[in-house]
C-alpha cells in the first residue's frame, strides 16, 4: 500500500489528468482525444486500474480503464495541433506536419550536440551526418514519444530535449562504467541531464536513465542523492 501511495503522489505531482490537459490548452477533453487519436499527442502516461499501474515505458497495449495521467508536456504539441487545425487542416496531416517538423529540427539537433554520435552511431558517417539516417532516427524517436515512452522520461519534448537526454545519458552510462573517471567533469553533465528529466516513477527510477547516471555518479562519489521525491 505505501508503495501504491508513493506512486499516486508521484503522477498526480508530476502529471496531468485530461481535464487538466484540455484546460492548459484551451479546448475540451474531447476535443484533445481526437486530436491524441490522429497521433498528433501521446495518450496517457500513467494508469491505475484493477490491475495496479499501468506505464507507457515498454508497455504493450492500451493502458486499462481507470484513472489516467498525461505529460504536460504534449500541451504545446496539442496546442500547435490546434492552431493548424484553424487553418482547416486536418488533426492527420497536423500530424505529419508536426513528424517533419521535428525532425528537421532533429537534424540540426545532432549537428549540436557533442556527444551524439554515443547514442545515434547510426546517423552518423564518421564526422558526418548522413540526413536520410538522421530522419529515420528521428521518426524512431517521435514514434517513441507518441507510444509514451518519452513522456515518462521528460519534462518536455522536442527535438533538442531528446538528443540531449538520448546523448548525455549514453555519455554518462559510458564514463562512469570506467574504474578511473573523471568526476568533476561528469557531474556537470549530470546537472544537465537533471534538468531535461523527470524523476521517473519510483519503480522505475533505478533502473531508468535517472538512477543508472545521476543516481550512481552520486552515489559513487558519496554527494548525497538527488532528492527526487521530496
Known amino acids: 500500500m ?30 484533445v482525444e481526437e486530436l491524441i487519436a490522429a ?20 508497455a504493450e497495449g492500451d493502458p ?12 504545446w504539441g496539442l496546442r500547435q495541433a490546434e492552431l493548424a487545425t484553424r487553418g482547416g487542416t486536418s488533426p ?3 500530424a505529419a506536419m508536426l513528424r517533419e517538423h521535428f525532425a528537421d529540427r532533429f537534424v540540426v539537433a545532432l549537428g549540436q550536440q557533442r556527444y551524439a554520435r554515443l547514442a545515434f552511431a547510426a546517423c552518423f558517417s564518421g564526422d558526418v551526418i548522413d540526413p536520410d539516417a538522421a530522419r529515420d532516427a528521428a521518426k524512431d524517436e517521435w514514434a517513441s514519444w507518441i507510444q509514451g515512452g518519452y513522456g515518462v522520461c ?6 533538442e530535449t531528446c538528443v540531449a537526454k538520448e546523448s548525455l545519458g549514453a555519455w554518462l552510462k559510458a564514463a562512469i562504467a570506467k574504474p578511473d573517471y573523471d568526476a568533476t567533469g561528469l557531474l556537470a553533465d549530470a546537472e544537465t541531464l537533471a ?9 522505475q527510477r533505478a533502473t531508468g ?5 545521476i543516481d550512481r555518479l552520486l552515489r559513487e562519489q558519496r554527494l ?5 521525491y521530496a
Do not use: M, N, Q
Open 2 to 31: 505505501h508503495a501504491d501511495d508513493d506512486a499516486r503522489r508521484y503522477v498526480e505531482r508530476w502529471f496531468w489528468t485530461l481535464d487538466d490537459l484540455a484546460e492548459a490548452v484551451g479546448v475540451a477533453p474531447a476535443r
Open 39 to 58: 497521433r498528433c499527442a501521446p495518450g496517457p502516461i500513467y494508469a491505475w486500474g484493477t490491475g495496479g499501474w499501468w506505464s507507457a515505458l515498454g
Open 64 to 75: 486499462p480503464a481507470g484513472e489516467h495521467w498525461y505529460s504536460p508536456g504534449a500541451a
Open 92 to 94: 492527420v496531416e497536423v
Open 154 to 159: 521528460l519534462r518536455v519534448f522536442t527535438a
Open 195 to 203: 534538468g531535461l528529466l523527470l524523476p521517473f516513477a519510483p519503480w
Open 209 to 213: 536513465t535517472p538512477g543508472r547516471t
Open 224 to 228: 548525497g542523492d538527488d532528492r527526487p
